[in-house]
């Protein structure tokens, strides 16, 4: 197995911790003792299911989620759970939506074949580049749940406070792009969703964690999969679940759990980020995209004004042993994914690519 | 990495090619020389854009695709399909389908929330021990279609006939468990559907080929994920699919081009069941629980008649090097899945086991 790594500034699927692969190289044909790989166990195998319990106790432990929370392992991407959401908890029809970037508001116009959905906020005047404050959001007192994408990918803006809500109204939160960064106060959410390729693991897991309380209000006739209650009530299994994806989210956990949970992880990505921030601050050759009251510590993003030397900045990064640093085509210029499995000297790598390249292009 | 290999007669999740395995494994932290995991490209990269077009290549050519077909590669299991089937096919709102097990009867139970179902024939009466004959087949001219189950892992029954259907009436098949066993007749199908976790890959990718004049007729106001035309015009990809599933499925089609395709699958796979069928019908100590007419390839069920007797060749069988020899539950007795990857030592060790636990307990 050849060694070379390259720094992955993907924005998901993204870089995984080197020691879960290898660890998952490493059990790939014999995992356990068991004669054979995590792909080949039947989901209803004695070694399979304790995989599979091991990862949601590690997932309850690392993000401290209370025991009236069910842990949901699905698939179909945070997409699916677009649909998912409103069929689950529409209940009088009407939901409120923050609409802060492209999959929030994808989620909205999903929502809409179900029910009625209200804008609270909307930061798309801007080209998406904060996140509103509690005081600026609309919130309804009869609406059925409160909707938010915690950060946004594609602009770089992270929600920095949980949304306050009219009484007895959950947040609901798509936390695909920052779940596992930081400590959450999960009791301020309804629901955590999150598509697992960005800090959880390999793409085709999507993780619902949601409040007990808010099951058994799926709609009739519905698709049986999408049910959240059937779910929680099968273990996430009334049919075969991702079971190697599941696998692997374990192994991220044990590796969060080695270097001191989500205190310690949080510690690490602002340290990146805030040197990848100070820098952006310190020179005009390049612009930070997000305001700096709602820069996410995942996705830092970022241009020189000029797109010619955007491109140029891009051809020259790959050359120098970086990849995915092209922004989004709605945006442009650069972004830098961050995520968790991304090194501190990932970081330090960008920013001294930076300088020399604003020495030579200035 | 410790050598010992099971071997695993798991219904699902099942075994895996080792030469599969062990390229996965030795590309794990770098595949072709990318510096990364399949699992941390982005999908949108160019290096997984090869490896998710040379998949469906592969796919197109090992089971002779036409090109009037679209192959999609989707996410929640034949289960989700179970509700994509009516709500991209059913026009006029009725289809037939034929019941011959569990999951056939848990398809048409869901399609029922959508139209009218017509039962077109059922084994149940029987325990579900055979497949029925075309003429038997009660089929409606103005169908939206006609659903079968291709293989039944529980019974272990097998269609060995493409039915023929009123003008006009496309056969949708759910091939989860025989796919990829035997050289099929694509043309006689509008759709054929398979969970991957059997003869393709790992848990947690849903194979879908459907004929492209069948698309297009999605319902209105439905989750968006499950729409065929919308996974058709974007490649597969208007979210991010199960990566790393998908590359494996492209390794296990290589593999069965190394060893000469579905013609050769076909040969190796009926040698392996001939051989443990004959040795059934030579002994009066087992007991076949499929009819002969309908006896699956991939699933051989039996009995010794003495639920003692079973569970103690079950446990015995564990020892003895092999796993997953029980039956399920509804069934009971043993039940030996074996799929494409089963070597033929695999089940000439079985035999032996049988051989010798009858002469011990007969």
Known sequence: ??????????????????????????EMTNCQGSGMSVMEMSHRSKVYDGIIKDTQERLRRVMNIPDNYKVLFLQGGATLQFSAIPLNLMKTGKADYAVTGHFAKSAAKEAKKFGTVSIAATTEETG?????????????????YFYICANNTIYGTEWHYDPETPAGVPVVADMSSNILSKPIDVTKYGVIMAGAQKNMGPAGLTVVIVR????????????????WKLMADKDSMPNTPPTYAIYILGLVLEWIESIGGLTEMQKMNEKKANLLYDYLDSTDFYKSVARPDSRSNMNVTFRT?????????????????????????????????????????????LIAFMKKFEQENK
């Open 1 to 26: 197995m050849s060694d070379f790594r390259i720094y992955n500034f993907s924005a998901g699927p993204s870089m995984l911790p080197l020691p879960v692969l290898e660890k998952a190289a490493s």
């Open 128 to 144: 998406f580049d904060h996140i509103p404050a509690q005081s600026e959001l609309q919130l309804n007192a009869d609406a059925d």
């Open 212 to 227: 007990e309380d808010l099951l058994g209000n799926y709609r009739e006739n519905m698709p049986q999969i999408l049910d």
């Open 305 to 349: 004004g000029n797109e010619e030397l955007d491109a140029k900045f891009v051809k020259e990064s790959i050359a120098d042993g970086m990849t995915n640093l092209k922004g989004h085509r709605s945006v442009g210029g650069m972004r830098a994914s961050i995520y968790n499995a991304m090194p501190l000297e990932g970081v330090e790598h």
